[in-house]
């Protein structure tokens, strides 16, 4: 089973910021919040990851919040080539077993 | 460009037949994955590989095969026992497994490939 959750789907409109929420409520210590993207019949893309501390990059930044139980990817200027599917993944303590991926949210930009 | 490759991008497979996805690697990374995605729905991971000669089952092994005899190639055969091979399978690689730096985990995907049944 995914260790996280979000919402199926979501709405956006073009230019505006769009906040994707992931609940990983079972995260263990030495484990990270990764997020990738996919877009229809492509292998998906990494765009971020964080430990404790809120991240940014040129992609999105990331929000964590103190008892590391949720974060939020947030695209700051939605356009409309950032429809997609968008899956938020805890991992990277060692596991033997890859990223675990679930069925994310799938991230409308409306003009 | 480093980067990983996968072949074809669209398979079609007989029934009874036995089918080979390729997935080459020149990023020189030690682990190598193999998901497979049903419409809708989220990646579900067959096998992996942490060192060439090495490699492990994940969730849904059954009706499948692997072999990785070189660091960059991580080979995916579709039996004729896996009896609803329709879907889209991915490829991955990362550094390693993460058991040191967990940052090392990070997925780098090819561009998949769609295997349907005639």
């Known amino acids: 089973d995914a260790k996280t959750t979000q919402p199926p789907s979501m709405d956006c409109a073009e230019g505006r910021a769009a906040n994707l929420p992931c609940n990983h409520s079972t995260i263990s210590g030495n484990e990270y919040v990764y997020w990738y993207r996919q877009i229809h019949s492509q292998g998906p893309q990494y765009i971020i990851h964080?430990?404790?501390n809120n991240e940014t990059n040129e992609m999105a930044s990331l929000i964590i919040t103190e008892d590391r139980k949720s974060s939020t990817l947030i695209l700051p200027h939605a356009t409309l080539r950032d429809t997609a599917v968008y899956y938020c993944i805890v991992g990277g303590g060692g596991g033997a077993d890859g990223l675990t991926f679930g069925k994310g949210t799938h991230l409308i930009i409306q003009p | 460009d480093g980067g990983i490759t996968q072949s074809p991008k669209y398979l079609f497979r007989k029934e009874g037949q036995n089918v080979t996805l390729s997935c080459e690697q020149n990023l020189n990374h030690d682990a190598m994955y193999w998901y497979r995605q049903d419409p809708g729905q989220g990646l579900r991971l067959i096998y992996y590989?942490?060192?060439?000669?090495?490699?492990q089952k994940g969730d849904i092994a059954e009706g499948y095969s692997v072999s990785r005899e070189k660091k960059e190639s991580f080979p995916l055969t579709v039996t004729s026992a896996q009896k609803n091979p329709t879907a889209f399978y991915l490829c991955a690689s990362s550094i390693d497994l993460g058991q040191m730096d967990p940052t090392n985990e990070k997925l780098f995907f090819g561009s998949g490939t769609q295997l349907s049944v005639l």
């Open positions: 590989s942490q060192i060439v000669n090495d490699f």
């Open positions: 964080g430990l404790k």
